[in-house]
């Protein structure tokens, strides 16, 4: 009887040991939407647009200090131009949000999974992930930058390869100066 309570005991004792020695893995750290911001800039032949989105959700994984993944979610009928005052601004707006363009009535919000997660520096990573657009998925691959509870990240999107069609080059003929480029650019601040 003494022998099994002395095992016991050992045991137990060495599973406590062995699990307060062992690191935390995979903490998620929930991203602050009120204090995050995603920038968008579109171009075209004659110029450009630019506004915000905002995050839905969203969260970054980390394995001590190292990044290893995230996981967005944002909120499409959020999306305005900040260049355009009045009934123009409107006008933008809504025909963005509008089936030539990311018909957010039927596809409310876009998603962004990070599939792999590469470092390149002290801060910086090299991140491929699956987003996803109009119900569309495709990988992209773009570099993100922590520092502290913030981090920032830049990534071109190719809208065509999202049924995003309106004004593109990559659809329609002869459209001129008329042309709306496939490629826009997301500046995405976080913190979390």
């Not at 839905?56 to 999306?79: A, C, H, Q, W, Y």
């Not at 409310?108 to 119900?135: M, Q």
């Not at 990240?153 to 080059?169: E, F, H, N, P």
Request: hydrophobic share 35%.
């Amino acid at each position: 009887m003494k022998k099994s309570a002395l095992s016991l005991v050992l045991a137990v004792f060495t599973g406590l040991t062995a699990m307060a020695s062992t690191p935390v893995d995979n903490e998620v750290k929930e991203v602050k939407i009120s204090e995050s911001t995603v920038t968008w800039k579109g171009y075209k032949v004659t110029g450009s647009h630019h506004g915000t989105i905002a995050l839905k959700e969203g969260s970054l994984i980390f394995d001590g200090d190292k990044l290893t993944g995230g996981e967005f979610v944002v909120d499409m009928p959020t999306l305005v131009s900040n260049d355009l005052q009045g009934e123009y601004k409107g006008k933008l707006e809504g025909h963005l949000k509008s089936d030539d363009f990311f018909g957010v009535e039927a596809h409310p919000t876009s998603k962004l999974v990070f599939t792999s997660v590469k470092a390149t520096g002290k801060n910086s990573y090299e991140v491929t992930g699956d987003l996803t657009v109009k119900g569309k998925t495709n990988p992209v691959t773009f570099d993100i930058s922590i520092y502290g509870n913030k981090a920032t990240a830049t990534m071109k999107v190719d809208r065509s390869l999202y049924d995003v069609k309106y004004g593109s080059g990559s659809f329609f003929d002869n459209l001129g100066d008329k042309t709306i480029y496939d490629e826009f650019d997301l500046v995405v601040d976080l913190v979390f």
